[in-house]
């Protein structure tokens, strides 16, 4: 088993920034990438972004140049780096652990409010 605690979710102003954490504990040699999903209010969830082990990442299209995701190996945390934040990006933002046999591990979940 993985569990996973997010922190950094919080209030923030359009074109303000924030910065989310996310903590992977237990089975952390399952684990060959970590990663964000979010769900806005009466909308479905959706990928935000992922890193590998190797520092590979992944981004949905629409996020691209102003998200950003980096990982701490030594300490097995992944970060979530958002920029010039609108608000429409705000959400529950989870944090993912995935395994090479297709196991998606969640969060339980921070949110993200952009509003002035």
């Known amino acids: 088993q993985v569990q996973l605690v997010e922190s950094g979710g919080g209030l923030v102003q359009p074109g303000g920034s924030l910065r989310l954490s996310c903590a992977a504990s237990?089975?952390?040699?399952?684990?060959?990438?970590l990663g964000w999903s979010r769900q806005a209010p009466g909308k479905e969830r959706e990928f935000v972004a992922y890193i590998t082990s190797g520092g590979t990442t992944n981004y949905a299209d629409s996020l691209k140049g102003r998200f950003t995701i980096s990982r701490d190996n030594a300490k097995n945390t992944a970060y979530l780096q958002m920029n010039s934040l609108k608000p429409e990006d705000t959400a529950v933002y989870y944090c993912?652990?995935?395994?090479?046999?297709?196991?998606?591990?969640w969060g339980k979940g921070t949110l993200v409010t952009v509003s002035s």
């Open positions: 993912n652990a995935y395994t090479p046999t297709g196991m998606v591990y």
């Open positions: 237990g089975s952390i040699f399952s684990i060959n990438a």
